[in-house]
C-alpha cells in the first residue's frame, strides 16, 4: 500500500510563493505518473498538476498555468509544487495523488492519495 504525505502548506498573502512536497513510502512509487489537485468547499476537486514517474510528461491546470511549476526528485520519491504569484482563489486543500498509468486530470482515475496540506492566502 503507497502511502502519500503532502508539506508546505500554510498561510500567505496575495502575491506570494509556496511550496509543496509529496513523499511516498513506497520505492515503486516512482513507476507512477503523480498529480496534485486541489480543493476548496463547494467545489469539485480541481487537477493542479502532474508528472510523470520520469518527468517526460508535465501537464497544469489552466488555472495556474505559468504560475505553478511541478517537478520530480532524481529518486523520483518526491514530488514537489512551487506556487508562485498566489492568489485569494488559490486557497484549498491540496492534495498528491498516484495512479498506475499514464496522465489523466480526472480525480476519480487515481489510485492513490494523501491526506492535503492546506493552503491559504490573504488578500
Known amino acids: 500500500q503507497v502511502q502519500l504525505v503532502e508539506s508546505g502548506g500554510g498561510l500567505v498573502q496575495a502575491g506570494d510563493s509556496l511550496r509543496l512536497s509529496c513523499a511516498a513510502s513506497?520505492?515503486?512509487?516512482?513507476?507512477?505518473?503523480l498529480g496534485w489537485f486541489r480543493q476548496s468547499p463547494g467545489k469539485e476537486r480541481e487537477f493542479i498538476a502532474g508528472?510523470?514517474?520520469?518527468?517526460?510528461?508535465?501537464k497544469y491546470g489552466h488555472s495556474v498555468k505559468g504560475r505553478f511549476d511541478i517537478s520530480r526528485d532524481n529518486a523520483g520519491d518526491t514530488v514537489s509544487l512551487q506556487m508562485n504569484s498566489l492568489k485569494p482563489e488559490d486557497a484549498a486543500i491540496y492534495y498528491c495523488?498516484?495512479?498506475?498509468?499514464?496522465?489523466?486530470?480526472?480525480?476519480?482515475?487515481?489510485?492513490?492519495w494523501g491526506r492535503g496540506t492546506q493552503v491559504t492566502v490573504s488578500s
Open positions: 495523488a498516484a495512479r498506475f498509468e499514464g496522465y489523466s486530470d480526472d480525480y476519480r482515475k487515481y489510485n492513490y
Open positions: 513506497e520505492r515503486t512509487f516512482r513507476s507512477f505518473f
Open positions: 508528472v510523470r514517474w520520469d518527468g517526460g510528461i508535465i
